[in-house]
């Protein structure tokens, strides 16, 4: 059974304008999905569907085969996210305080939040930088935190909103290595781009939006061939013909 | 602003890191009132006390200085004023301008006590971290009623995290406009509008962007709450600063 399904999802912004017009995709648990499409195709949109931040009004979210409409908070608990301004998004006076903020509202024991902490720090490496206060971080290291906020709730499946944007090459280096090693511990992710350059060599299945409509979804090497007609370039190495190559070799 | 938050927590392992919040809030308080009542005695007591306490901690001395290097010109000022304004036995005159004895004594006393309280809050904010004070203000503020304490942690909590970032957009507006010529514009509302509005927008934008985030962690006001406890070494610290501010009391 997929781990998150999709189907038959619309969704229109508040002025009437549509976002999403039709939307089917599932996903097999341990995948890793990249979304690309240009700015304003319904990549956000769609995934504040996936764990009830935007209730369903016309089609199905299915997590792990229970409606998202019928119990968000599960969803939220399954579906970690993390947003593409990681400044919004960390809420903790310091490091800690951060990561320790959703297993809190899981309403969890002290000792059971300092494990996970402790563990999700470990995770991205930042364990010496536990009592930094945020806004002290660079770009990456933001980031990282915003990531280790979602591992200490223990969601088998990860969202990531744009998560190079604004970053330097070892930050977008950084973030990777952290996305691969998520991957490989069997975690479920999903990541939206609009620079396929950084990742695609390494994701399972590329899908393509547009107009709020998946466009292609396969295998990456094939699906991102010609992707320039929807907006979205297609990394050198495809257009010359060769093997996808990733920015970490 | 952003000066409001460049002393912060300093991570350590002496006495006063490891005393409850709790018993550090009370004593600042106590310390506070303490001083509204102290005489020069009593004030030169608790600076000698806070000398002693800044070398466990290993904070310099220059660090705070710079820190509080407005307000010291702020006391300066105060101890003037008194000190040209009290009448009493005249020490030094120039022209109508006389400093008096009761002057210099008043000026000292009153810019003193403001000294005290500063740099002993100071202290308190040094060795304990944000989230134990959030944790002090829920269990103190939890059998008040109407209060609902746990929101206003989380506001305490955001408004110690925001801080900077708010002042960080300040600055790129205020440097966005000086690139786009605002000096030459005089009229100073003028100035203010096109300055608070991009603000406004952009700290609003992000306080929606917050709930979201917020919302997809699954925040509810019914967390796990803080975890203080009360050891032998803050039975014997409160009481001992309570006799202390008695003893200066009477000093």
């Given at each position: 059974?997929?781990?998150?399904?999709?189907?038959?999802?619309?969704?229109?912004?508040?002025?009437?304008?549509?976002?999403?017009?039709?939307?089917?995709?599932?996903?097999?648990?341990?995948?890793?999905?990249?979304?690309?499409?240009?700015?304003?195709?319904?990549?956000?949109?769609?995934?504040?569907?996936?764990?009830?931040?935007?209730?369903?009004?016309?089609?199905?979210?299915?997590?792990?085969?229970?409606?998202?409409?019928?119990?968000?908070?599960?969803?939220?608990?399954?579906?970690?996210?993390?947003?593409?301004?990681?400044?919004?998004?960390?809420?903790?006076?310091?490091?800690?305080?951060?990561?320790?903020?959703?297993?809190?509202?899981?309403?969890?024991?002290?000792?059971?939040?300092?494990?996970?902490?402790?563990?999700?720090?470990?995770?991205?490496?930042?364990?010496?930088?536990?009592?930094?206060?945020?806004?002290?971080?660079?770009?990456?290291?933001?980031?990282?935190?915003?990531?280790?906020?979602?591992?200490?709730?223990?969601?088998?499946?990860?969202?990531?909103?744009?998560?190079?944007?604004?970053?330097?090459?070892?930050?977008?280096?950084?973030?990777?290595?952290?996305?691969?090693?998520?991957?490989?511990?069997?975690?479920?992710?999903?990541?939206?781009?609009?620079?396929?350059?950084?990742?695609?060599?390494?994701?399972?299945?590329?899908?393509?939006?547009?107009?709020?409509?998946?466009?292609?979804?396969?295998?990456?090497?094939?699906?991102?061939?010609?992707?320039?007609?929807?907006?979205?370039?297609?990394?050198?190495?495809?257009?010359?013909?060769?093997?996808?190559?990733?920015?970490?070799? | 602003?952003?000066?409001?938050?460049?002393?912060?927590?300093?991570?350590?392992?002496?006495?006063?890191?490891?005393?409850?919040?709790?018993?550090?809030?009370?004593?600042?308080?106590?310390?506070?009132?303490?001083?509204?009542?102290?005489?020069?005695?009593?004030?030169?007591?608790?600076?000698?006390?806070?000398?002693?306490?800044?070398?466990?901690?290993?904070?310099?001395?220059?660090?705070?200085?710079?820190?509080?290097?407005?307000?010291?010109?702020?006391?300066?000022?105060?101890?003037?004023?008194?000190?040209?304004?009290?009448?009493?036995?005249?020490?030094?005159?120039?022209?109508?301008?006389?400093?008096?004895?009761?002057?210099?004594?008043?000026?000292?006393?009153?810019?003193?006590?403001?000294?005290?309280?500063?740099?002993?809050?100071?202290?308190?904010?040094?060795?304990?971290?944000?989230?134990?004070?959030?944790?002090?203000?829920?269990?103190?503020?939890?059998?008040?009623?109407?209060?609902?304490?746990?929101?206003?942690?989380?506001?305490?909590?955001?408004?110690?995290?925001?801080?900077?970032v708010i002042?960080?957009q300040a600055?790129e507006t205020?440097?966005?406009?000086?690139?786009?010529?605002?000096?030459?514009?005089?009229?100073?509302?003028?100035?203010?509008?096109?300055?608070?509005v991009p603000l406004m927008r952009r700290i609003f934008q992000d306080a929606?962007?917050?709930?979201?985030?917020?919302?997809?962690?699954?925040?509810?006001?019914?967390?796990?709450?803080?975890?203080?406890?009360?050891?032998?070494?803050?039975?014997?610290?409160?009481?001992?600063?309570?006799?202390?501010?008695?003893?200066?009391?009477?000093?």
């Open positions: 059974m997929p781990i998150l399904e999709v189907e038959g999802l619309r969704h229109r912004f508040a002025d009437g304008a549509p976002a999403l017009s039709g939307i089917d995709l599932s996903v097999e648990a341990g995948e890793f999905v990249v979304i690309a499409g240009p700015n304003g195709c319904g990549k956000t949109t769609l995934l504040r569907h996936l764990n009830g931040l935007i209730p369903p009004r016309t089609g199905r979210v299915r997590v792990d085969g229970v409606s998202v409409a019928k119990d968000p908070a599960r969803a939220r608990r399954m579906v970690g996210m993390v947003f593409q301004d990681a400044d919004a998004q960390i809420v903790g006076e310091t490091v800690y305080d951060d990561v320790a903020f959703g297993p809190e509202n899981l309403r969890l024991d002290r000792s059971e939040i300092h494990d996970r902490v402790t563990a999700a720090l470990a995770a991205v490496s930042m364990t010496h930088l536990a009592d930094q206060r945020p806004h002290l971080l660079s770009g990456g290291e933001k980031r990282r935190v915003a990531i280790a906020g979602i591992l200490a709730m223990r969601s088998p499946i990860l969202v990531l909103d744009e998560p190079f944007s604004n970053l330097d090459y070892p930050g977008v280096r950084d973030v990777l290595e952290q996305v691969l090693s998520l991957h490989r511990n069997g975690h479920t992710l999903i990541l939206t781009t609009h620079d396929l350059e950084k990742v695609l060599a390494h994701a399972d299945r590329l899908v393509v939006m547009g107009d709020g409509r998946i466009l292609r979804d396969g295998p990456p090497a094939a699906a991102v061939k010609g992707i320039d007609a929807f907006g979205v370039r297609e990394p050198r190495a495809s257009r010359q013909g060769l093997p996808l190559d990733s920015w970490l070799s | 602003m952003a000066e409001l938050t460049a002393f912060g927590y300093r991570s350590g392992r002496s006495l006063l890191h490891r005393l409850d919040p709790r018993t550090k809030l009370i004593s600042l308080i106590l310390i506070s009132i303490g001083s509204l009542g102290a005489g020069i005695s009593g004030l030169a007591i608790l600076l000698l006390l806070f000398g002693a306490a800044l070398r466990t901690v290993h904070l310099s001395l220059s660090a705070i200085i710079r820190e509080i290097r407005y307000f010291l010109f702020l006391l300066a000022v105060v101890f003037l004023t008194r000190a040209l304004s009290a009448p009493g036995t005249p020490v030094w005159s120039v022209w109508d301008v006389t400093v008096t004895r009761e002057g210099i004594y008043e000026g000292l006393l009153v810019s003193g006590r403001l000294l005290v309280v500063v740099l002993w809050g100071l202290l308190f904010v040094a060795v304990t971290r944000p989230s134990e004070v959030r944790a002090t203000i829920i269990r103190l503020l939890g059998p008040v009623p109407l209060i609902p304490e746990k929101r206003v942690a989380t506001m305490f909590s955001l408004l110690v995290r925001f801080i900077p002042a960080h600055r205020g440097e966005a406009q000086r690139s786009r010529g605002i000096e030459a514009r005089r009229n100073p509302v003028f100035r203010l509008t096109v300055f608070a929606d962007e917050l709930v979201i985030a917020m919302e997809a962690r699954c925040y509810s006001e019914d967390r796990t709450g803080p975890d203080l406890s009360w050891r032998r070494r803050d039975r014997i610290a409160l009481p001992a600063v309570a006799v202390l501010i008695l003893v200066i009391r009477f000093l």
